[in-house]
């Protein structure tokens, strides 16, 4: 994440980290290096669309 963050052509590009490591230190840590979400597997759907969702009118409403 943090090489996609010094790069100005993905610098804005939001990020949602899915992992299988339910830990508080990892989701911090990808928190931490710019991911704006974290989700554990096994994923709900539901919950990914939802987060996507918000992310895309976020980033809409930023740059139109």
Do not use: I
Not at 20 to 44: I, M
């Amino acid at each position: 994440l943090l090489h996609w963050h010094a790069d100005p052509e993905t610098a804005t590009l939001p990020v949602v980290v899915v992992s299988a490591d339910a830990t508080a230190q990892q989701h911090d840590a990808a928190l931490e290096a710019g991911a704006l979400r974290y989700l554990t597997k096994p994923v709900n759907v539901a919950e990914v669309l939802a987060v996507v969702d918000e992310l895309m009118e976020q980033t809409h409403t930023r740059f139109g």
